[in-house]
């Protein structure tokens, strides 16, 4: 079993002299997409395991693998690999362990990976939430547990075809001393047959493979670096596009990077550096983007390679998470720097706690009494699909779908929240309208007494506003000051809103004593108010010029909320065009009446409404979407989603339906794949192998389109001389039964007319577009620089 990659930690350098010189010869270069979008350029890719079996699941290698330690005895507390517990109300096949029940009484239960259903459990989480590629993980085959991940290729195929996702290999070489030989024979005898999958993902035409591992100085990777370079130049020589994981101090050759190793990141098509366990805070990764990631940009915008950063939820287990605030300020750094799309690592990394996938939400669904994390571990309640919504509303915001904006628009808890009991503030987000120095907001709800916050000074008002993550019966209010300061008075009004704008008044204005002879607390009885914002808002202070608060603590009238409103239901598409959605459902019904309805995206709403209907519009073209509708009442809570509905945009008028999409071909010599007849390089061409006509190439249009028109390109250079081709065009909706559209004939590419073939035909439904060449007067070989497709 392959020893984890993702222990190894590097000291954070970010901030210094090293990193800052660096990078000062390469600022004043403007970044730019080395590649047009495809299937990792400007989508969100997330790194996906797959690793997980149980006795019983009919896996090769047997036992509870990656599960346990000792893979031959179940989980247990003394025979445990994760730090994480599953949400596992939506896997249909659970496997009992030896851990504890859980703290609501139920069997503590796990899922296999193996079973087909929890791999499409998780590809239709991909789908719902905007999560576009899957690369699988692909540790040494060559040992005892090749065949289970063998079958697992198969399993994420099939799944990912099912929910019209992408995925790709990606090879983890830790350990695999003999990877340089091994990893060519996987490819060519194994792996690359998947390739034929309409799901398997491409870029610039080209299938995607990753490999990660390199140049890493750990022992388990004792690489130098001339078999590294090798295997990548015999990847691109395969016509793979080779995206290298590499290490975060890459560019520096130091830290977690052997020296000298310069020459094989920069062989890569697109880097992606490791960043899991080398920040911990919010401030770390800011030092981060300053002093490493601005310079790896500029470095990879200077040479032509894309930049696909890391983005993490953060170790649960760690407590580094901030309830999604630092997940959403490391997507928001590396969507703000111009990356040209981001790897999210992990979807299903339970090992490790950085997962995004559905996760226990409180210590009722996890194991009772063993210091397992749950998702509400700092005091905020979060729905267990929190980190996949906020991984949907990063992914709009990568495509230019949602304003760039630092300020997280994911809450974390949407549908009925827990019951209101305790202090309702405590871990909350949190507001003001200014802040002294180091005296933040957030010191008011965290479970330090002595922190507090502090506004600036000069004239008031000020104000401090938290966030209780949904509406309650408010009815108590317990406000404190550190207990060794001296008395003071401050006036305080208290307000509150159910949507964050339109306050009311909950207590007015009034004398709040602090006295150290009492704690310097405060506790007011509230006339019980329906809200989820509290404000208060502070006119004076005899002790200070300023607004001070140390603790807030808000407390419920009961123990349950106001009711949310029943799920929409009967979500259904009706009508499209190249950027825009128009959708209908059946109404929800509220006990206190329904006020709107708001159309998500994954988690993210991008459409809200009073009525029934909604059209979502600046849609990108060609592009899947999914969608579900929520309802709203009076009281701000929302109700569960709807069912989803994919849809696929229209194709933007007369546009290339063939650009970027996958291919294939009947052969190819060197380096000339069918992958560069849709890469959008005039220079790059498919050549099929030589003196052996009929041969083809083809391009899969991802849905059944209308087609008219076909346009047929070699290179413009002057050196390709004037040749005849003889082709056919041909096209089908399945990829197997195939109609002829135009009949074979003599093409000629000439270069004084840019060294093109227009081809027009009878509209028809097709999917598969084929050329078809049984002769070429240049070269004994179908040759095609272009394959274009249109509508008309």
């Known amino acids: 079993m392959a020893v984890s990659r993702r222990r190894f930690v590097t000291s954070v350098l970010a901030g210094s002299a090293l990193a800052a010189a660096s990078t000062t010869d390469l600022l004043a270069r403007p970044a730019h997409a080395a590649s047009p979008p495809g299937d990792v350029v400007g989508k969100v890719t997330v790194g996906y ?65 193996y079973d ?79 390739t034929a999958s309409g799901a398997y993902a491409r870029q610039n035409g080209k299938p995607v493979v990753c490999i990660w591992g390199f140049g890493f100085s750990e022992p388990s990777r004792p690489f130098t670096p001339g078999p590294c370079l090798e295997v990548i130049n015999w990847f691109k020589a395969q016509g793979c596009y080779v995206i290298g994981g590499v290490p975060t101090w890459w560019r520096q050759g130091i830290e977690d990077s052997r020296p000298g190793f310069l020459d094989v990141y920069h062989s890569f098509h ?27 940009m500029a470095d990879c915008a200077a040479r032509g390679i894309d930049y696909l950063p890391c983005v993490m939820p953060g170790d649960l287990a760690g407590g580094h998470r901030k309830h999604g605030d630092f997940y959403w300020r490391h997507i928001y750094n590396m969507v703000r720097l111009g990356s040209q799309g981001l790897y999210v690592s992990m979807f299903d990394e339970f090992n490790e706690g950085n997962q995004i996938a559905k996760t226990s939400e409180t210590q009722a669904t996890t194991p009772a009494g063993e210091n397992i994390r749950a998702l509400d571990e700092d005091g905020v309640a979060c729905s267990s699909d929190y980190y996949l919504r906020i991984t949907a509303d990063g992914g709009r915001m990568l495509k230019g779908q949602l304003a760039l904006t630092a300020v997280r628009p994911t809450p974390p808890m949407v549908g009925t929240p827990p019951p209101a009991t305790g202090n309702l503030a405590a871990g909350r987000s949190t507001s003001a309208s200014s802040q002294n120095g180091p005296f933040p907001a957030s010191n008011a709800v965290d479970s330090d007494a002595g922190s507090y916050w502090e506004s600036g000074g000069g004239s008031f008002p000020h104000w401090w506003q938290v966030d209780l993550g949904a509406s309650y019966p408010v009815n108590k209010l317990v406000v404190r000051l550190p207990a060794g300061w001296g008395a003071r008075t401050q006036t305080i009004t208290v307000l509150g809103s159910v949507d964050g704008s339109s306050f009311s008044t909950i207590a007015g204005a009034s004398a ?35 607004g001070q608060l140390s603790q807030v603590e808000v407390y419920a009238s009961s123990g349950t909320t106001d009711n949310p409103p029943t799920a929409p239901s009967g979500l259904t598409v009706t009508g499209k065009t190249a950027s825009s959605v128009s959708l209908a459902w059946t109404a929800s019904t509220d006990d206190k009446g329904v006020t709107g309805y708001q159309v998500r995206q994954g988690g993210t709403v991008v459409s809200t409404v009073t009525g029934t209907t909604a059209t979502v519009s600046g849609l990108a073209a060609s592009t899947s979407y999914t969608f579900t509708v ?13 069912n989803a509905v994919t849809v696929t945009t229209d194709a933007p008028a007369n546009a290339d339906l063939a650009r970027g999409r996958s291919t294939s071909e ?110 070429n007067t240049g070269w004994p070989a179908g040759q095609l620089a272009a394959l274009e497709v249109y509508a008309s």
């Not at 509290?534 to 202070?541: K, T, V």
């Not at 929520?630 to 709807?642: E, I, K, L």
């Open 270 to 296: 697109a880097i992606s550096p490791w960043m899991v366990y080398r920040a911990r805070t919010v401030e770390e990764l800011d030092s981060y983007y300053t002093n490493v990631n601005v310079g790896d």
């Open 630 to 642: 929520t309802a709203r009442d009076a009281a701000g809570n929302t109700s569960a989603a709807s």
């Open 666 to 775: 009947s052969s190819h010599v060197q380096s000339y794949g069918s992958g560069n007849v849709v890469d959008g390089d005039a220079n790059s061409y498919w050549e099929s192998a030589n003196n052996a006509f009929p041969q083809w190439v083809q391009v899969d249009l991802g849905a059944t389109r209308t087609v008219g028109r076909v346009v047929l390109k070699l290179p413009p250079s002057s050196a390709w001389a004037t040749r005849t081709q003889t082709l056919a065009v041909t096209g089908s909706t399945d990829g197997s039964s195939f109609g002829t559209l135009v009949g074979a004939a003599a093409r000629t590419f000439d270069p004084s007319t840019g060294n093109q073939v227009s081809l027009t035909f009878s509209a028809a439904q097709a999917r598969y577009m084929r050329i078809t060449v049984t002769g």
């Open 116 to 194: 087909q259903q929890t791999v499409d459990t998780h590809f239709r989480w991909m789908q719902e939430y905007g999560c576009d590629t899957a690369a699988l993980q692909r540790f040494n085959p060559t040992g005892d547990e090749g065949p289970t991940r063998d079958a697992m290729t198969q399993k994420v195929r099939s799944a990912a075809e099912r929910y019209g996702r992408k995925f790709y290999i990606m090879y983890d070489v830790t350990d695999w001393l003999s990877f340089q030989t091994d990893i060519k024979t996987d490819w060519t005898t194994k792996m690359s047959a998947h």
């Open 49 to 113: 395991q797959g690793w997980f079996s149980c006795p019983g699941d009919s896996a090769p290698i047997g036992g509870w693998w990656h599960w346990s330690r000792d893979r031959f005895q179940p989980p247990s507390p003394a025979n445990t690999t994760i730090v994480s517990w599953p949400d596992m109300r939506e896997y249909t096949r659970s496997y009992p362990t030896a851990y504890p029940s859980l703290g609501n009484g139920a069997p503590a239960t796990l899922f296999s990976s």
């Open 512 to 546: 709040f004593a602090f006295d150290p002879a009492t704690g310097n607390t405060v506790t007011r009885t509230l006339t019980t108010t329906t809200a989820r914002h509290i404000r208060l808002s502070i006119a004076g202070n005899t002790g200070w010029a300023a």
